[in-house]
Every structure is written in structure tokens, then in C-alpha cells.
């Protein structure tokens, strides 16, 4: 399993910026190569939500197009969750729309001991009856119309998605939202993996 290499500078300066953000959620992307993460690009978050939802603002996302141009890539996109746990929550997987990059979160739960962990996040729209998954598992409203279920990696799977979820790994996500007549608008399933994070004092 690959790596993801942060320079300490880096780590340091996320920690920071979500402990300044504090009760609301921060944000940011990272630029590098290969997997090494070198310089950290505070973004405006724009979300309605601040307090547990982001949304990186698109200035700051094109950026990548500069570091391309310098051989560089957008490695991570980060964000906080002040008082819950380092782990994507539905919303999270619902935003991910960069399946080749890392998304970083950083925990506040404890303040005085902060978590970072890496995910990749790889978002897919199935052909599958969706109202019938919709009845199959009891899915959590997130956000004013739009749904998540969360299947851990040793979840029994439901006999209504044994099609849905037969070419998937464990652990997803089930994410769709729904239009004002209240009908299924896009559904997805949002594959999770993590990956370790390793901190380097020169990078």
C-alpha cells in the first residue's frame, strides 16, 4: 500500500489552520509529487455549513492546473472535523470528486492530540434498482435531501445488493439525493480506502 509523505511544515500547518478554523470545519489542498506532499494552500471554505461540511473554493482547486504546468500535482485536499472522528463521514464521500487524490482530515476531538489520516475515495453510478436499495437499508438523512449508509468492511450485505455490491470492496458508501417530488436524482456508491500517513522532517 502506498504512502502518503507529508513534510512536517505541512502537518504542521494543517494542525494549525483547524485549530484557528475551531468550531468550523477548514480546508485546503496540498501540492507535491509522487505521493510527497510539500506545500500546504489554505482555501476559503463555502460551505452553508460551515460547522460540519466543507467546500474547498474553486480559486483555490485551480491551482492545480499551475502545478501541473511546474511538473507538480495536487496531492491531497484537507479539511477538519473539529469534535468528531478522522474518518469520512456520507457528506464527505458525496464531495469526493478527485478519486486519484488523497483526501486528508484532521481530527480535533481530543485538541490536544490530533489525528490525520489519508483516504482515497472512488465514486461509481451503478445500473441498479435504487429504490429498491433505498428500502433495503435504513439510510440517514445528512443533509436536507441528501441520503448515506455506510457499509464497514465485515457488513453482511443486504440480499437486495448482492448485484449492486458483487464487483465492490468493502469499505462504501451509499449516497444519493433526491429532487423536490422526493424521487432518487443521483445515486452512487463511494468506495473508501485508507492509507498511511508518514511525516518527514525533511522532504
Known amino acids: 500500500m502506498s ?34 506532499a510539500t506545500q500546504l494552500y489554505r482555501a476559503r471554505n463555502l460551505a452553508a455549513d460551515k460547522i460540519d461540511n466543507y467546500d474547498v473554493d474553486p480559486q483555490t ?22 469534535v468528531s472522528v478522522a474518518y ?27 489525528a490525520l489520516r489519508a483516504f482515497r475515495m472512488e465514486p461509481h453510478w451503478p445500473d441498479a434498482d435504487s429504490e429498491a436499495v433505498r428500502k433495503a437499508v435504513p439510510f440517514d ?7 448515506g449508509f455506510y457499509m464497514a468492511t465485515d457488513a453482511p450485505v443486504p440480499e437486495a445488493m448482492d448485484d449492486l455490491l458483487a464487483a465492490m470492496e468493502l469499505p462504501l458508501y451509499i449516497v444519493f439525493d433526491v429532487d423536490e417530488s422526493g424521487a432518487i436524482d443521483d445515486f452512487r456508491v463511494v468506495n473508501v480506502r485508507e492509507f498511511p500517513v508518514q511525516v518527514l522532517e525533511n522532504l
Open 141 to 147: 438523512e445528512v443533509r436536507p435531501g441528501l441520503f
Open 61 to 82: 482547486l485551480l491551482k492545480q492546473f499551475e502545478f501541473e504546468e511546474a511538473g507538480d500535482e495536487m496531492v491531497a485536499i484537507y479539511h477538519s472535523h473539529p
Open 3 to 36: 504512502v502518503l509523505h507529508l513534510a512536517r511544515t505541512v502537518y504542521d500547518g494543517i494542525v494549525a489552520h483547524a485549530r484557528e478554523g475551531k468550531p468550523e470545519e477548514i480546508c485546503g489542498i496540498l501540492r507535491g509529487r509522487a505521493g510527497k
Open 88 to 114: 469520512p463521514s456520507a457528506t464527505d464521500a458525496w464531495n469526493a470528486h478527485y478519486p486519484e487524490t488523497y483526501y486528508l482530515i484532521c481530527s480535533l476531538e481530543f485538541d490536544q492530540a490530533p
